[in-house]
């Protein structure tokens, strides 16, 4: 049921958006020959003539569109006809391009505004995160940091928590012998190497059965992580700048003992190398909590091998009332900003590459994800979702990309400039290579969309 719900959530962000189009070219007194639900692709589930309109409901129902008597090649109207669109004003086409742009986002604006007049409350997008178990081996340092379940974790590295992905994030990066090191470390173990071993030159690889002196203490505590805040939140990927072992480096640091006091060479050993093997060791995490009221440093936590420092989590989102008129519109205002800031730094971020093409999912995982929040979090989550999911259409929509309104304004806005329009087939070729990337582009999402289903990664 929640399923079928968002389904009918996204539909409706679809006709919402058509209507625009059709209401505003209706508005001017401009024809319109179809409204079409879906994409004309497989067989029309429905037609019927209303008004001199034809009403179409196609099969494929990932789109939609409004057909005026220009789209027909076989159309009988006269070339200079006022009732076709290319003879309107510019200023007229402009208004219906960019209309289902504005229903979008007229829509997300009053879903966020009827969700907080009637739930009373909005989120905040932040979560205070608490101790739920300790749930690993005594031998953990966990144990040891002073860590109690129903503490609240404030802060991690120095870095604001407010949310469970953060503390993954974290953990997962702090993974103890991890193969990656960062240089200041690997610059104070090669320091303490050259000062056991004076009489060697760091970058000379010395001759096999040459000892070489090692630290007493190899357990090495790296620096701390630093992330930031975008990647804390989720809204860039966090990509890890500390340098990897290479192989030879690896199999050098299996092959010292943890008593060991020398290590012979085999003819191949630097202390440049012996440097990087040996400080790939431990990364703290610095846990600030807070407990009964007060602020608690906890000892340092060092994950294990997995990135895991054993401890279940529970979460709850700090949400703010909207209890009258001035806090529903003021808090609406500030939810939708944020929310709306969060979707072009996502944007900026895909068109910048800093977001993999295998990160990229569309209907089937929005459908997925939509009916999982209303089911878990209930039909106000749900209707937030759909609101924001209307906003993200109308932003992508209005790229300056051929085949999207945004690219159809483009045109117009050159037309206006030129004094008259691109020739026709050269805007028509223009529009069909970027519609078939755009095809394309939509096969790409929904593999991506069907393999991460398939693979329970959602």
Same mark, same amino acid.
């Not at 309109?53 to 789109?63: D, K, M, R």
């Not at 409350?121 to 129903?150: C, E, H, R, T």
């Not at 930031?228 to 860039?236: I, V």
């Not at 932003?395 to 691109?422: Q, S, T, W, Y």
């Given at each position: 049921?929640?399923?079928?719900?968002?389904?009918?959530?996204?539909?409706?962000?679809?006709?919402?958006?058509?209507?625009?189009?059709?209401?505003?070219?209706?508005?001017?007194?401009?024809?319109?020959?179809?409204?079409?639900?879906?994409?004309?692709?497989?067989?029309?589930?429905?037609?019927?003539?209303?008004?001199?309109?034809?009403?179409?409901?196609?099969?494929?129902?990932?789109?939609?569109?409004?057909?005026?008597?220009?789209?027909?090649?076989?159309?009988?109207?006269?070339?200079?006809?006022?009732?076709?669109?290319?003879?309107?004003?510019?200023?007229?086409?402009?208004?219906?391009?960019?209309?289902?742009?504005?229903?979008?986002?007229?829509?997300?604006?009053?879903?966020?505004?009827?969700?907080?007049?009637?739930?009373?409350?909005?989120?905040?997008?932040?979560?205070?995160?608490?101790?739920?178990?300790?749930?690993?081996?005594?031998?953990?340092?966990?144990?040891?940091?002073?860590?109690?379940?129903?503490?609240?974790?404030?802060?991690?590295?120095?870095?604001?928590?407010?949310?469970?992905?953060?503390?993954?994030?974290?953990?997962?990066?702090?993974?103890?012998?991890?193969?990656?090191?960062?240089?200041?470390?690997?610059?104070?173990?090669?320091?303490?190497?050259?000062?056991?071993?004076?009489?060697?030159?760091?970058?000379?690889?010395?001759?096999?059965?040459?000892?070489?002196?090692?630290?007493?203490?190899?357990?090495?505590?790296?620096?701390?992580?630093?992330?930031?805040?975008?990647?804390?939140?989720?809204?860039?990927?966090?990509?890890?700048?500390?340098?990897?072992?290479?192989?030879?480096?690896?199999?050098?640091?299996?092959?010292?003992?943890?008593?060991?006091?020398?290590?012979?060479?085999?003819?191949?050993?630097?202390?440049?190398?012996?440097?990087?093997?040996?400080?790939?060791?431990?990364?703290?995490?610095?846990?600030?909590?807070?407990?009964?009221?007060?602020?608690?440093?906890?000892?340092?936590?060092?994950?294990?091998?997995?990135?895991?420092?054993?401890?279940?989590?529970?979460?709850?989102?700090?949400?703010?009332?909207?209890?009258?008129?001035?806090?529903?519109?003021?808090?609406?205002?500030?939810?939708?900003?944020?929310?709306?800031?969060?979707?072009?730094?996502?944007?900026?971020?895909?068109?910048?590459?800093?977001?993999?093409?295998?990160?990229?999912?569309?209907?089937?995982?929005?459908?997925?994800?939509?009916?999982?929040?209303?089911?878990?979090?209930?039909?106000?989550?749900?209707?937030?979702?759909?609101?924001?999911?209307?906003?993200?259409?109308?932003?992508? *929509?209005?790229?300056? $990309?051929?085949? &999207?309104?945004?690219?159809? !304004? /483009? =045109? +117009?806005? #050159?037309?206006?400039?030129?004094?008259?329009?691109?020739?026709?087939?050269?805007?028509? *070729?223009?529009?069909? $290579?970027?519609? &078939?990337?755009?095809?394309? !582009? /939509? =096969? +790409?999402? #929904?593999?991506?969309?069907?393999?991460?289903?398939?693979?329970?990664?959602?």
């Amino acid at each position: 049921m929640s399923l079928i719900i968002m389904i009918l959530l996204l539909s409706f962000l679809i006709l919402i958006h058509e209507a625009g189009h059709f209401l505003a070219a209706r508005a001017l007194g401009i024809k319109v020959d179809k409204f079409g639900f879906g994409l004309p692709f497989g067989p029309t589930l429905w037609s019927k003539k209303v008004g001199g309109v034809e009403i179409l409901i196609h099969a494929c129902l990932l789109g939609g569109y409004v057909a005026f008597p220009d789209d027909d090649k076989d159309s009988d109207l006269p070339s200079d006809s006022k009732d076709r669109f290319t003879n309107r004003p510019v200023w007229q086409r402009m208004i219906v391009i960019s209309a289902g742009v504005i229903s979008n986002v007229i829509t997300a604006i009053l879903l966020v505004i009827l969700t907080a007049s009637i739930w009373g409350k909005l989120p905040s997008g932040n979560y205070q995160i608490f101790v739920n178990k300790i749930a690993v081996a005594k031998s953990a340092s966990v144990w040891d940091s002073g860590m109690q379940k129903n503490d609240r974790i404030v802060s991690i590295n120095g870095s604001k928590i407010t949310n469970t992905y953060a503390i993954s994030l974290y953990s997962k990066n702090s993974a103890r012998y991890d193969g990656k090191v960062d240089k200041r470390t690997v610059d104070k173990t090669l320091k303490e190497l050259e000062k056991l071993n004076s009489n060697l030159d760091p970058f000379q690889t010395f001759s096999a059965g040459i000892s070489i002196k090692l630290p007493a203490n190899k357990e090495v505590i790296e620096q701390p992580l630093k992330i930031s805040d975008e990647a804390l939140k989720g809204y860039t990927i966090y990509k890890n700048n500390e340098t990897h072992l290479t192989k030879a480096q690896l199999d050098l640091k299996k092959s010292i003992k943890p008593d060991a006091k020398y290590l012979v060479s085999d003819g191949t050993v630097t202390l440049h190398d012996l440097a990087y093997a040996l400080s790939d060791g431990l990364k703290p995490l610095n846990i600030t909590v807070e407990r009964n009221g007060k602020l608690v440093n906890l000892k340092t936590i060092y994950p294990d091998k997995n990135g895991l420092i054993g401890i279940m989590m529970k979460s709850k989102e700090d949400l703010i009332k909207t209890s009258n008129p001035v806090a529903i519109v003021s808090q609406s205002c500030k939810y939708i900003w944020e929310q709306t800031y969060m979707l072009l730094y996502g944007l900026w971020q895909l068109f910048t590459g800093k977001i993999p093409a295998k990160d990229l999912h569309g209907i089937v995982v929005i459908a997925k994800i939509g009916s999982d929040v209303i089911h878990n979090s209930g039909l106000f989550s749900g209707l937030l979702l759909t609101a924001m999911i209307s906003m993200d259409l109308a932003l992508v *929509n209005f790229l300056p $990309i051929p085949a &999207l309104d945004g690219g159809h !304004f /483009m =045109f +117009l806005c #050159i037309e206006k400039l030129r004094g008259k329009p691109l020739k026709p087939e050269h805007m028509e *070729n223009i529009t069909t $290579i970027f519609f &078939l990337l755009l095809i394309v !582009f /939509m =096969f +790409l999402v #929904i593999f991506n969309d069907v393999y991460a289903l398939v693979k329970h990664q959602l």
